[in-house]
């Protein structure tokens, strides 16, 4: 059954369209993966500070 199935492939112009917003949106994953990694890092150097403030009373 699926030897008959037909499948049309977009254009070579409209697939290289599509790689280039696939690259784009990949760019900004990355990015986004990054700030990611520096926020849990900040909130990890935070943390003690906040637990010690938070036993003593302080919050």
């Known amino acids: 059954m699926i030897k008959n199935l037909e499948i049309t492939l977009p254009s070579l112009p409209e697939q290289r369209r599509i ?3 696939l690259d784009a949106l990949q760019v900004q ?3 986004l993966k990054h700030l990611q990694t520096e926020t849990a890092a900040e909130l990890n150097a935070l943390l003690p500070a906040i637990l010690d403030r938070a036993f003593k009373g302080e919050l």
């Open 19 to 21: 790689v280039a917003e």
């Open 29 to 31: 994953v990355d990015a």
